[in-house]
């Protein structure tokens, strides 16, 4: 059985987190003389909730796991670089990941002076569980995944993660940021049975609130409390916990926007790969499309002066001559599909 606790760095299994005021005092009182606030200006002169609990009961709500498997972060990134900086000791251990993806990954770990080895996907962006398990070595603390898979959109095989679940004796990072998107379910299930599991979620991508800065990961009791104990004591704002449960208590109109979205998706790459475009359209299962479009550079630059900004993939593992097109409006897909066909 692996122990979650055998993998975490020596330093941080041994560190005493900081300790805030609000951290300290639970139970009701009405003068807080503890945490050298203003008095005046409420409610924002008082310190955000550090643990965020009421988010996580909604959050708790919607998906259906108990708050302990929760940790809310600045973002998904916050979790990208908190779990290298909890598990990984710097020159001495890795992270394994896949190319193309996310280039975050890459970035946290050498931030963190963590090598990250790449293993290239199979050919249509497929997940081979055997490249990953055969590149892991005794030092690769975690494997990142990303699924729905950011540049190529599509959702990585269940089979083949679960393989690597099973067999990787570290952790796997799911990265679900665009799970929303996909008619496969999430991951999230998979909690149960496997401790080394971290699904990463957000609210940047189909709820509609990427300015606010916040991300979920889920996880077993033991990985969330070591990332409790190492964020900042109050990483996650008042206004941005107030606006998260704005938005999740609105989940009819997120289905909507949802719904729009897919549509539109079918639409452009449909447009995409006909006469006159003709280019060749990854299947995504995402709020992107991936194309190839020949010179990439050419018509990035084209695209530009027309004001339209897409994301150039031309240098990128697997994506030569791609570009990444987000899905917008009704009005602004339009407005691409006509500068493309100009
Ligand atoms: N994961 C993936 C796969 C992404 O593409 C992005 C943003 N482009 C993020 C995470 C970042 O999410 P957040 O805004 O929650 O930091």
Redesign the pocket.
């Known amino acids: 059985m692996l122990n979650i606790n055998d993998l975490i760095r020596s330093s941080i299994r041994a560190m005493k987190p900081y300790s805030s005021a609000r951290n300290e005092f639970h139970g009701e009182a009405s003068i807080f003389l503890d945490a050298n606030e203003n008095p005046w200006n409420p409610p924002y002169n008082r310190y955000p909730d550090p643990l965020q609990r009421e988010l996580k009961g909604r959050i708790s709500e919607l998906k259906d796991i108990s708050p302990e498997h929760i940790f809310i972060g600045n973002?998904?990134?916050?979790a990208?670089d908190l779990v290298i900086r909890a598990f990984c000791e710097p020159s001495i251990d890795n992270i394994v990941t896949i190319t193309p993806?996310?280039g975050?990954y890459e970035v946290a770990a050498e931030m963190n002076n963590v090598k990250c080895v790449k293993v290239e996907l199979d050919p249509g962006f497929k997940l081979n569980a055997d490249a990953i398990l055969n590149t892991v070595d005794e030092h690769t603390k975690a494997v990142y995944l990303?699924s729905p898979n950011?540049p190529s959109g599509n959702v990585l095989n269940r089979e083949e993660i679960y393989r690597i679940l099973k067999y990787f004796r570290g952790l796997v990072v799911v990265?679900e940021?665009?799970i929303d998107f996909a008619t496969s379910p999430s991951l999230l299930d998979g909690l149960v049975g496997f401790p080394n599991l971290i699904v990463?979620q957000?609210?940047?991508?189909a709820w509609g609130a990427?300015a606010i800065?916040?991300?979920m990961a889920f996880a077993s009791p033991e990985i969330i409390a070591v990332l409790n104990k190492m964020k900042y004591p109050y990483n996650v704002s008042r206004l941005t916990q107030e606006y998260a449960l704005k938005v999740l208590s609105n989940v009819e109109e997120m289905q909507r926007q949802l719904k729009l979205i897919r549509s539109e998706r079918e639409r452009v790459a449909d447009a995409l790969s006909r006469p006159p475009l003709s280019y060749k359209v990854y299947p995504s299962d995402s709020n992107f499309i991936l194309t190839e479009v020949g010179d990439a550079n050419k018509l990035y630059a084209k695209l530009v002066k027309q004001g339209i900004v897409v994301r150039n993939r031309n240098s990128i593992t697997l994506c030569q001559g791609c570009i990444r097109i987000t899905i917008g409006t009704p009005e602004e897909n339009d407005a691409l599909l006509a500068a493309l066909s100009s």
Not at 75 to 78: A, K
């Open positions: 973002g998904s990134d916050e990208i993806s996310y975050m990303c950011n990265d940021a665009y990463f957000t609210l940047s991508k990427a800065r916040l991300g």
